[in-house]
């Protein structure tokens, strides 16, 4: 089979548009059988003769057709035929043609191939109000001046990090015009052919809109491909790639899905830009906005990763010059700390965590506060050239101006709305049949006008009346689902706690360990042991929660496709967020914070302390917590569950396939397999949701905790480079064709992302304030020092304890210490000893304490009020596409005046002239009536081509080539 007549019918001219797979269990084929029936269809429906009765060549044609046996074994299997011979006439009467084949005999698996013809392509443009370029264009105005110049300078820079994409090309300096299409207006679109007009994407989504609200009110009373494919009539439906996505010979030769592959699904080309124009061409508006806004935060992350390399670059300069690290260090100054657990814990020395400090420094030093700043107003930057981004893009795409599309009710919302409606019949009709005979065939009548009524409704779409499922409906659902995410917000709790409670246990078990190599590596192994079971867990729970917001928002029983999506969202990303966050903020915020003083400790079931922060706080804590969950997550998340359980299902389909198939023939192995066999290999497309909520998982890590680990930027950047590429392979090479979806902007997502914004700005402001130092070395320079240096800026922030008002039992069983210890130190700010008040939180604690909230509404308020000034300066629409949609609006408007008056002067000069004719013959009363036959057909064959042109009521003649040619000479 020649590649380029795989995506066409038997008869090399219809393309494929559309797709419909199905499973038939066949009985032994009529070869085999005598007395069974045989149907062949081809085309659109019709039955040929048989071939013994054709001459070679039509037998020969015939013999390559589908054998469908009738009369299946099994009820259900017939039940489902009759579905779908009411499903496809129900297509036929629509205007589409069908062709039926069997590439998998041994499967049965029949694809009926459907085509869409220039009436219904032309149809249905006009009802879905897609707008097409028109033949008026105009000319793009050039930057002048300085600005054109620099403009200039920047695209010969820019050009090779193009993609070489010919769309992008051959578009230059004119943009056409665009506008709805219209049959009563096509000699303004420039029609060179119309099995080309319409590009695969556009015919995919025409069909997919006629498949989506056909009814199916005889057999099964639904409507819908989507309802269809849940019931099991069809096994799947899609629209075909345009051809193998290798293969070319040379750069012209390439289709669209060629072109992809070699500019934008390969790792060589991770420097380039992406071909968005051509993405959204391909996949539809909706996938191309995905990686339009994937591809600007990629780009936006640039500026962020290299100010966070300027910050962590920062640290390590000055890490030999900070004095707090260098007194912690300092071996001289001896202070001796209290025990770390009790009784096996003994007393050891501050200088011992000398790593643990100068490695805090690296991400707790002044340009800390300086990039939480940065990163706040960098995601206000983010979302505002987005928006920007959107509306150029909307503009660009002709989305301007575009409606909301009406959408059917969902598979699992009809079923439980016709279980409701049968019901209520069921009942309606038990309450009659206790009346008398008058009462029950009165009744009888009110039934059948009732199914009318009902048959009616699920043709239109529009229950009848007040049927419809309400809150007493949905209650059960909403009940459960609230409970369902309470007790996952327990699940995500208890995991956390119990890693608290590993951490706790083996900290106590290698303090008892007699080796010293184990009692003094204690912290680093304890912290990097939890930190990879608490990843390993956040990857199961990503998994089991994202199966359980499906299964619970299907309880909610949304009406349409886009509450679902809306509902799962919202869902899954409550679940998510917690998962992944909630060993973060625990370290950030409760870690240390509980744990009591010593004498005095808080304890979990009576035996085992609450862990505290390191010596150098619990900033380097949380910076590795982050780090190894963040790069754990995209690494393991990008390897094994994007790349490896994709192909793991792909090799198990294919093994499977060959256990159940028979042995092929040499001929059948060498022959090239159409398209549609070739795509129904490939895995289905699930949607975007995992895709962005993969990215918004991600983006949390970046902007809420990025004051502790200022390289995550770049992280994420490194990520993005190679996600953009996985997902391009993955859509291009992997996945079948999706449904084109057009689609504005990127929906709920965005004001996700605007709401992790805001409380971006509360969490760094309360990690700067509560967790890092920043605030008490600020007021122990400013306000406690003598000297207005950081020197004794450690003893400042430890306290006294005198070990003998240690409990029974804490104290150290076995001391090794060099010396007697009177007075032990600890990180608080309390009375030592000697004080009246002893241990209780002193002076310099609450005014710590005043100047940290007070930090936190100030860093608060002056980053919300320079992020509204950022949203305020930069406007939402640009300033050329805000120019070019007024020009744009007036030529149009320009455009139809012109007609309207050209159509007027036609009318015009038809009546003078027939008027004129009239007085001339006056005598031939018949002339007067109606003019001879063929000779004002003679006579003014442009007057009556160009007024046929304006009539709503013979479109066929205005679509004829004569009048198109006619009509191209005007505009």
């Given amino acids: 089979m020649d590649p380029e007549q795989r995506l066409y019918f038997a008869d090399g001219k219809r393309k494929v548009d559309y797709v419909l797979v199905y499973h038939c269990h066949r009985r032994p084929s009529a070869r085999d059988s005598p007395d069974q029936h045989r149907l062949s269809v081809i085309s659109n429906g019709s039955f040929p003769l048989r071939a013994a009765q054709k001459g070679p060549e039509e037998g020969k044609a015939e013999r390559g057709e589908v054998s469908v046996d009738l009369g299946p074994a099994d009820p259900a299997e017939g039940e489902k035929r009759m579905i779908r011979e009411e499903f496809e006439a129900n297509l036929k009467e629509a205007g589409l043609e069908m062709e039926h084949g069997s590439e998998h005999k041994a499967h049965g698996h029949t694809f009926v191939r459907i085509h869409a013809p220039w009436q219904v392509l032309s149809r249905e443009a006009e009802f879905l109000k897609i707008k097409v370029a028109t033949k008026k264009s105009y000319e793009l105005k050039g930057e002048k001046g300085f600005a054109g110049t620099m403009n200039l300078v920047w695209q010969k820079l820019n050009q090779p990090f193009q993609p070489n994409v010919p769309q992008t090309q051959d578009q230059g300096r004119t943009k056409f015009l665009s506008h709805c299409f219209s049959r009563d207006k096509m000699h303004l679109y420039n029609i060179k052919s119309k099995d080309t007009f319409f590009d695969n994407t556009t015919r995919s989504r025409i069909v997919y809109e006629i498949l989506r609200r056909t009814a199916c009110t005889r057999t099964c009373q639904t409507m819908g491909i989507t309802t269809l494919i849940a019931k099991g009539v069809y096994e799947s439906a899609f629209p075909l790639h345009d051809g193998d996505f290798k293969g070319a010979e040379s750069a012209e030769e390439r289709n669209d899905r060629q072109i992809l592959h070699d500019e934008w699904a390969r790792y060589g080309v991770f420097y380039k830009y992406q071909p968005v124009d051509l993405i959204r061409k391909y996949f539809g508006e909706k996938i191309g906005l995905y990686f339009a806004w994937l591809g600007v935060y990629t780009q936006l992350l640039i500026p962020a990763s290299l100010v966070g390399i300027i910050v962590f670059l920062y640290g390590c300069a000055t890490l030999d010059t900070n004095v707090p690290s260098l007194e912690m260090c300092d071996t001289m100054q001896n202070f001796t700390m209290c025990p770390l657990c009790d009784g096996a814990c003994d007393y050891w020395e501050l200088s011992t965590a000398c790593s643990t400090a100068r490695a805090s420094h690296l991400f707790d030093n002044p340009a800390t506060v300086f990039f939480a700043i940065f990163m706040s107003l960098w995601a206000a930057m983010f979302l505002e050239h987005w928006k920007r981004r959107q509306i150029s893009l909307n503009h660009s795409w002709d989305l301007t101006g575009m409606e909301e599309e009406e959408e059917h009710p969902r598979p699992k919302y009809e079923t439980i709305l016709l279980q409701k409606r049968q019901r209520k019949m069921r009942n309606q009709k038990k309450s009659k049949n206790e009346h008398g005979k008058s009462a029950v065939e009165s009744g009888e009548s009110r039934k059948d006008k009732w199914r009318q009524r009902l048959l009616s409704a699920m043709t239109t779409g529009i229950p009848p009346g007040q049927e419809k499922l309400t809150w007493r409906d949905r209650i059960p659902g909403y009940f459960i689902s609230i409970s369902s995410i309470l007790l996952m917000f327990g699940v995500t709790f208890s995991a956390v706690f119990s890693v608290i409670i590993y951490r706790i246990t083996v900290s106590a078990l290698m303090a008892m360990s007699t080796d010293g190599a184990t009692k003094a590596n204690i912290r680093v192994t304890v912290t990097a042991t939890a930190v990879i079971i608490n990843l390993v867990v956040i990857l199961i729970l990503d998994e089991i929660y994202g199966t359980v917001a499906v299964w619970l928002t299907e309880l909610e029983i949304p009406k349409t496709e886009t ?65 190894i969950i963040m790069l754990g997550k995209q690494l393991i998340q990008n390897n094994i569950f994007e790349i490896g359980i994709p192909k793991l299902k792909k090799l198990y389909r294919t093994l499977k396939d060959k256990e159940q198939a028979p042995s092929e023939s040499e001929e059948q192995q060498g022959r090239v397999r159409p398209q549609w066999v070739l795509d129904y290999g490939l895995e289905p497309f699930n949607g975007l949701t995992p895709e962005y909520m993969e990215m918004i998982i991600q983006f949390g890590f970046v902007s809420l905790f990025v004051a502790s680990f200022p390289l995550a930027p770049l992280f994420a950047l490194l990520n993005n480079v190679i996600e953009i590429r996985l997902d391009a392979k993955k859509f291009v090479t992997e996945l079948r064709r999706p449904d084109a979806i057009r689609a504005k902007d990127i929906g709920i997502w965005y004001n996700i992302l605007s709401g992790m914004g805001k409380f971006s700005v509360i969490i760094n402001a309360f990690v700067i304030s509560f967790t890092s130092d920043f605030i008490p070395r600020l007021m122990y320079q400013y306000m406690y020092s003598d000297t207005g240096t950081m020197y004794g800026f450690i003893d400042h922030t430890l306290s006294y304890f005198n070990v003998s008002n240690l409990k029974p039992g804490t104290a150290p069983v076995v001391s090794n210490y060099p010396k007697e210890v009177t007075f032990c130190r600890y990180k608080d700010y309390r009375e030592p000893p000697w004080s009246p008040d002893a241990y209780q939180f002193s002076k310099h604690y609450w005014a710590i304490l005043a100047a940290r909230l007070g930090f936190v509404i100030l860093f608060q308020n002056l980053v919300m009020f320079m992020s509204v000034l950022v949203d305020w300066v930069i406007p939402d629409v640009p300033k050329n596409i805000s120019e070019q949609q007024k020009k744009e609006k007036a030529m149009l408007v320009d455009v139809f005046l012109r007609e309207e008056k050209e159509k007027l002067q036609l009318i015009q000069s038809l009546f003078s002239k027939d008027v004129s004719q009239a007085s001339s013959f006056p005598s031939n009363k018949r002339s007067l009536q109606q003019p001879p036959l063929g000779h004002g057909d003679h006579c003014f064959p442009r007057p009556r081509g160009r007024a046929a042109s304006f009539s709503q009521f013979s479109r066929q003649e205005s679509v004829s080539p004569w009048h198109e040619t006619t009509r191209h000479t005007a505009v």
């Fill in 563 to 627: 509450n679902f999506e809306e509902r799962l969202i919202l869902k899954a990303f409550l679940l998510k967020f917690m998962n992944a966050y909630a060993p973060i903020f625990y370290v950030a915020f409760f870690k240390g914070r509980f744990a009591g003083r010593p004498g005095g400790y808080v304890y979990v079931f009576n035996d085992y302390r609450m862990e505290e922060c390191a010596p150098g706080g619990c900033l380097i804590e949380l910076c590795i917590q982050l780090s």
